[in-house]
């Protein structure tokens, strides 16, 4: 099974600043790794997939990067409604798919 | 656009079967292109894999529940289904379905979810 590392597990950030969150496989994945983003009493909503790769509709201050084993979300600069937790997951080796445990963006 | 939506008790007893299904509209269940599943989140933990199927009736088990699943298919009805037996209060968590594409599953399409709670 991969394992999937988020870091950090909370992040603190002001609106309008860059917040830089990290993932890690426990084996190589390739580009094969998405991103969602959850907010309190929602489902996941996919944000990244295939690393980098925006999904439809999701605005363009949101970006991914990484491969192998490393991968990067990057939130440009941060609106109100991106404060959420936000979960990395590997689809390169499965069954299973894992996700990451997850990092809470929070207001600084 | 696929849409998705859980529909099964809120609340089993402890040893009983937790059973969901998931009706689907705006596609079919018999496409070549999506597998279907399931996954769970526990009160403020994260996301786990249950399972996936796909159209054919070839499953995916996630090996820690393997023993007390079954995921099946409904062709005539559109819809998929999740039977965990032998469920204990570690089972309480909100099921999410899912599908995703065949050839490269990540997420597209979740159902609101449903919170199951295992208690007597």
């Known amino acids: 099974e991969i394992v999937m590392t988020q870091s950090p597990a909370t992040l603190s950030v002001s609106p309008g600043e860059r917040a830089t969150l990290s993932c890690r496989a426990s084996?190589?994945?390739?580009?094969?790794l998405a991103w969602y983003q959850q907010k309190p009493g929602q489902s996941p909503r996919l944000l990244i997939y295939?690393?980098?790769t925006r999904a439809t509709g999701i605005p363009a201050r949101f970006s991914g990067s990484g491969s192998g084993t490393e991968f990067t979300l990057t939130i440009s600069s941060l609106q109100s409604e991106d404060f959420a937790v936000y979960y990395c997951?590997?689809?390169?080796?499965?069954?299973?798919?894992?996700f990451g445990g997850g990092t809470k963006v929070e207001i600084k | 656009q696929l849409q998705l939506q859980e529909s099964g008790p809120g609340l089993v007893k402890p040893s009983e079967t937790l059973s969901l299904t998931c009706p689907v509209s705006?596609?079919?269940?018999?496409?070549?292109?999506?597998?279907w599943g399931w996954i769970r989140q526990p009160p403020g933990k994260g996301l786990e894999w249950i399972g996936s199927?796909?159209?054919?009736?070839?499953?995916h088990y996630n090996p820690s529940l393997r023993s007390r699943l079954t995921i099946s298919v409904d062709i005539y009805k559109n819809q998929f289904s999740l039977n965990l037996s032998s469920v204990s209060a570690a089972d309480t968590a909100v099921y999410y379905c899912?599908?995703?594409?065949?050839?490269?599953?990540?997420?597209?399409?979740w159902g609101q979810g449903t919170l199951v709670t295992v208690s007597s």
């Open positions: 899912f599908s995703c594409d065949s050839g490269r599953c990540f997420v597209p399409f």
């Open positions: 705006g596609g079919s269940i018999t496409s070549s292109s999506y597998f």
């Open positions: 199927i796909y159209y054919s009736g070839s499953t």
């Open positions: 084996q190589r994945v390739n580009r094969n």
């Open positions: 295939d690393a980098s």
């Open positions: 997951q590997q689809y390169n080796n499965w069954p299973p798919l894992t």
